[in-house]
């Protein structure tokens, strides 16, 4: 069963706005990863923090974990319309699996 | 960094037919690949897990018989969807381990009529 839920489950922003999204997730995990889907296309990670970092950064994003919460934030900073996509979290619960949480979509209008 | 293909990108068919996926891993040996589907403004959800050498494992609610899955080799797995009908059109994607990230082909739109 999908165990990783983000919210909101749609987010509009304006360019240069921060944009930021939350996933929460049920059992324990040995990493959590965001990923990047724009419209039709397949998937893009963007990063990968592991159970026992609290944060990292990777240009205009930052993302940061709470294991005690179960929870973790994707942070877009200055936002382009070109960000405009469905992000998705995905934990590996120490299996070979990853469970996609419904994801959000963000709208960046210029 | 690790690529994996998907073979076609799109594909147009008619019900009743089958229709053949390939996933490969370009410049990296998978021993496990991982069948997703999507529907429309939906997250992706497994399908199932195919293995190298051994039958592949199905998630609950997928039919064996009908979403047919052969990983004849370490960087090659396919899905066949056989007698199609329009309730299959989805974005199949399929993605495949290297150490601990997972690595995601490009997807697949199946469009059945």
């Known amino acids: 069963s999908q165990q990783g839920e983000e919210d909101p489950q749609a987010l509009s922003i304006q360019e240069g706005e921060n944009a930021t999204m939350n996933c929460s997730y049920k059992?324990?995990?040995?990493?959590l990863q965001w990923y990047r889907q724009n419209s039709g296309r397949g998937l893009v990670h963007l990063i990968l923090?592991?159970?026992?970092?609290r944060e990292k950064h990777s240009g205009r994003l930052r993302v940061t974990l709470d294991t005690s919460k179960k929870s973790s934030s994707l942070l877009i900073t200055a936002s382009r319309a070109a960000d405009t996509a469905s992000y998705f979290c995905?934990?590996?619960?120490?299996?070979?699996?990853?469970?996609f949480g419904p994801g959000t979509r963000l709208s960046v209008l210029p | 960094g690790a690529v994996v293909s998907q073979h076609p990108s799109w594909v147009i068919c008619k019900s009743g037919t089958s229709v053949k996926i390939e996933c490969r891993s370009l410049?990296?040996?998978?021993?496990?690949m991982f069948w997703y589907r999507q529907f429309p403004k939906q997250s992706l959800m497994l399908m199932a897990t195919?293995?190298?050498?051994?039958?592949?494992?199905?998630e609950q609610g997928v039919e064996k018989d009908k979403f047919l899955i052969n990983h004849a080799s370490l960087t090659l797995s396919t899905l066949t969807v056989t007698s199609a009908h329009p309730e299959d059109s989805s974005f199949y994607i399929c993605?495949?381990?290297?150490?601990?990230?997972?690595?995601f082909g490009p997807g697949t739109r199946l469009t059945v009529t």
């Open positions: 059992t324990s995990i040995n990493n």
């Open positions: 993605s495949a381990h290297q150490g601990s990230e997972q690595y």
């Open positions: 995905a934990t590996d619960d120490y299996g070979q699996n990853f469970v």
């Open positions: 923090i592991r159970s026992n970092e």
């Open positions: 410049d990296f040996q998978a021993t496990t």
């Open positions: 195919s293995n190298e050498g051994s039958k592949a494992t199905y």
